[in-house]
């Protein structure tokens, strides 16, 4: 049983006064117990939200929020955590899930706009998009490991959850397929970077590209690695919390830099 009072605080309601309602929880058939429980409680339809690029220093967030049938298609047994399943599984689950959800939405968040305002902000307004673009209004919103703000309906974040609901993990999916496709696209607009296999992590064939060719525009100027493969000045850490992830350093004001290379340059 979900307790009444956590998911209450969850949803910044308080204990007590009836929101949301009790929820019993069922186990369900593959990841949609979560989601059975709701939609039993009258709160569905029920949208997940995910994202995939937020540790890359190259190349766009990518978010995603989806809206699935209550009912448990066979051809969705498959779904989980994008990052547990290969490319070629990941490639043949999206046209299902985009012919069977009853709404989906994809968002681009590009890397000026990450510079802009922080991959944090992005990601939290990159999930406000997704769930404003949907073509069906859901009446619950699951998102991946934390709290959405500024969301219009009732929603929880679920640690974990691209492996444990099933509207996250097709989420998840669509945000890892599309932006793994721009990626490959990158790489042939940016030819020796190596986009298409690292697709913007910080691998050892990455860095070595960012050291020799310096930043292209699809860069995040605002991590770490790629200010110092740019000859600009290096951040502190303590500038903002979340520069652990991948290693980035996020600065506001980023001062121009005359080593970005367009696309025709590398077009050569």
Known sequence: MVGHDRVARANGATPG??????????????????????IRSGLGPVAGVDEAGR????????????????????????????KKLTESVREELYPVITRLALAWKVVVIPAWEIDSIGIHVANIEGMRRAVAGLGQAPGYVLTDGFRVPGIPVPSLPVIGGD??????????????????????????????????????????????????????????????????????????????????????????????????ATDAAHAR
């Open 17 to 38: 006064n009836g929101w949301p309602p009790r929820v019993v929880m069922r186990r369900a058939g593959g990841l949609r117990t979560l989601e059975a429980a709701l």
């Open 55 to 82: 540790g890359p220093c190259a190349g766009p967030l990518v978010v995603a929020a989806c809206l699935l049938a209550p009912k448990a298609y066979d051809r969705l047994a498959g779904l989980d955590d994008s």
């Open 163 to 260: 492996a444990t609901a099933a509207c996250i993990a097709a989420a998840s999916i669509l945000a890892k397929v599309t932006r793994d496709r721009m990626m490959v696209e990158l790489d042939e607009r940016f030819p020796g970077y190596g986009f298409a296999a690292h697709k913007g992590y910080n691998t050892p064939e990455h860095t070595a590209a960012l050291e020799r060719l310096g930043p292209s525009s699809e860069h995040r100027r605002s991590w770490r690695n790629v200010r110092l493969a740019a000859g600009l000045r290096p951040v502190a850490a303590a500038e903002y919390a979340d520069a652990e992830l991948a290693d980035e350093v996020l600065l506001e004001g980023v001062e121009p830099d005359s080593r970005v």
